[in-house]
């Protein structure tokens, strides 16, 4: 049993975690030149974790064909695609996969099946998709309603409420029980071995690094309830959303990345009851 901080509150930062699109980089898009040196400061002075539900070829292209780190700080970068269900480090000047943990070829099959069945008859399967509607990611299924290679301004249009993907959601869950059904990002739904959430992915970094989870830190953009990065917070990790426009920062206060000092409140004085006469 993991012994978690606080959400909101941490100490000593060790480690810092990040969700990938949309908070270090848009949905999908290379890293920024200006996130690329705050990520590279940060990477001087503390251990830093991308986490994320796409695969390690998103993580190649958004973020390691555009990071400029030396093999130092990339020795102290820690990539945990799909949810941390694999964990990859730098090490002898590449990137070595340390564990991978993947779907059963049948679930994974039937999983196909039915979001593809479902998606038809919701009427949310789009016939000329950018690229992949579905994708076998081993460890994770993503749907992605207008393919994986949509543009950002078609996604955040596509689904602003949430009411398609949760729809998705709820009809294929009870075909999957033993599966975990999810919103993932603007227009995609993940599904994953039951249990397997960005929470797993953080706790099975503090198996992997031994630092306590009272000294981490996470940042992602979707830290609300029905948000893929919530279970983090749910899980009573220190989380915080990036600041706005945080991938066009270029220091760490600016980027909001370092927690700011817990403001005391003074407490509220108890009215003294008058006595019975």
């Known amino acids: 049993m993991l012994t978690r901080p606080l959400a909101g509150r941490v100490s000593i ?21 200006q996130m690329d040196v705050a990520l590279r400061s940060l990477l001087d002075h503390v251990e830093v974790c991308i986490i994320s539900g796409g695969q390690m070829g998103q993580f190649r292209t958004q973020v390691l064909d555009n990071l400029n780190a030396s093999d130092e700080e990339l020795s102290r970068l820690h990539l945990m695609p799909t949810c941390g269900t694999r964990y990859y480090r730098f090490e002898g000047g590449q990137w070595v996969e340390r564990y991978a943990h993947d779907l059963d070829p049948e679930v994974a099959t039937r999983v196909i099946e039915s979001l593809e069945r479902h998606a038809r008859e919701l009427g949310l399967w789009e016939e000329n998709p950018w690229g992949n509607i579905i994708e076998d990611r081993g460890s994770q299924i993503t749907f992605s309603a207008l393919g994986q290679e949509a543009p950002l301004d078609a996604k955040r249009a596509w689904d602003p409420d949430g009411t398609k993907k949760a729809a998705l959601r709820d009809a294929v869950q ?26 797993y992915g953080m706790d099975k970094l503090v198996e992997e690094t031994g630092i306590p989870a009272s000294e981490m830190l996470f940042i992602g953009d979707r830290l609300d309830p029905e948000g ?19 991938f066009r920062c270029t ?16 407490p509220r004085r108890r009215r003294r009851r008058r006595p019975r006469r």
């Open 13 to 33: 930062v060790k480690l810092v975690a990040f969700d990938l699109d949309d908070t270090l980089a848009p949905s999908k898009s290379p890293l920024p030149p």
């Open 251 to 266: 220091s760490l206060g600016e980027c909001g990345w370092l927690p700011r000092p817990q403001s005391r409140e003074s």
């Open 228 to 246: 893929n990065d919530y279970p983090v917070k749910a899980a009573g990790y220190a989380a915080g959303f990036p600041a706005p426009a945080s």
């Open 174 to 199: 009870p075909d999957v029980p033993e599966l975990d059904v999810r919103g993932g990002g603007s227009t995609s739904v993940d599904i994953t071995t039951r249990g397997i959430d960005k929470a």
